[in-house]
């Protein structure tokens, strides 16, 4: 069993700064990709950015240069640092895993709850 706990979220002026966080308890053997998600009201899910395990990074063209994805695999950790944060950034972040459990040595994906992320003009 393997949860998601999110964190970070909030409401910030437009031009501010929020640090999201994902942290992943349980039986965990490994964590290969780690992605943040979001979804606007009435809008489907869109990938955001994500990081694979040696610490390549891809980003979606409309946060490319604004957010930063990192993790540390000691605490498995994935952290969304959003910068220069725009109205149309108001959204639900997910964090979104592919996780190896120890028992059974299986892999799945795991979501988290969610958090919001409110950016007023």
């Known amino acids: 069993q393997v949860q998601l706990v999110e964190s970070g979220g909030g409401l910030v002026q437009a031009g501010g700064s929020l640090r999201l966080s994902c942290a992943a308890s349980?039986?965990?053997?490994?964590?290969?990709?780690m992605n943040w998600y979001r979804q606007a009201p009435g809008k489907q899910r869109e990938l955001v950015a994500s990081?694979?395990?040696?610490?390549?990074?891809n980003y979606a063209d409309f946060v490319q240069g604004r957010f930063t994805i990192s993790r540390d695999n000691a605490k498995n950790t994935v952290y969304l640092q959003m910068n220069s944060l725009k109205p149309e950034d108001t959204a639900v972040y997910y964090c979104h895993l592919w996780v190896i459990a120890t028992t059974p040595t299986t892999l799945r994906d795991y979501w988290g709850q969610g958090t919001q992320v409110t950016v007023s003009s």
């Open positions: 990081i694979g395990s040696g610490g390549s990074t």
């Open positions: 349980g039986s965990i053997f490994s964590i290969n990709s």
